[in-house]
């Protein structure tokens, strides 16, 4: 199982960017699938997540109207589009894969929001 992201890098406030985790190894249409995130001294935490066939989405509060995931389940990829990016997203993301009681993560990419 592997979980390869991109896509990350300084970015100044009010930018945006857009995160990719490109997966192998596994059924990734039978996953579900989420962007996690962390900061220096905090519990990693869920930013978003989508549903097995894309059809469902949920996102924390302070990102909602500002980020999307998405999923290309014949590219095995799942996005991550950030807009309109303050410094306090500042962070390092993870994506996520989910069935069950399998979980594995992405080796997380660096997102600094600074101008």
């Known amino acids: 199982v592997q979980l390869v992201e991109s896509g990350g890098g300084l970015v100044q406030p009010g930018g945006s960017l857009r995160l990719s985790c490109a997966a192998s190894?596994?059924?990734?249409?039978?996953?579900?699938m989420s962007w996690y995130r962390q900061t220096p001294g905090k519990e990693r935490g869920l930013v978003a997540a989508?549903?097995?066939?894309?059809?469902?989405?949920n996102y924390v509060e302070s990102v909602k109207g500002r980020f999307t995931i998405s999923r290309d389940n014949a590219k095995n990829t799942v996005y991550l589009q950030m807009n309109s990016l303050k410094p306090e997203d500042t962070a390092v993301y993870y994506c996520?894969?989910?069935?069950?009681?399998?979980?594995?993560w992405g080796q997380g990419n660096q997102v600094p929001v600074s101008s």
């Open positions: 989508i549903d097995s066939a894309g059809g469902s989405t």
């Open positions: 190894g596994f059924t990734f249409s039978m996953y579900h």
């Open positions: 996520n894969a989910r069935r069950n009681d399998f979980s594995s």
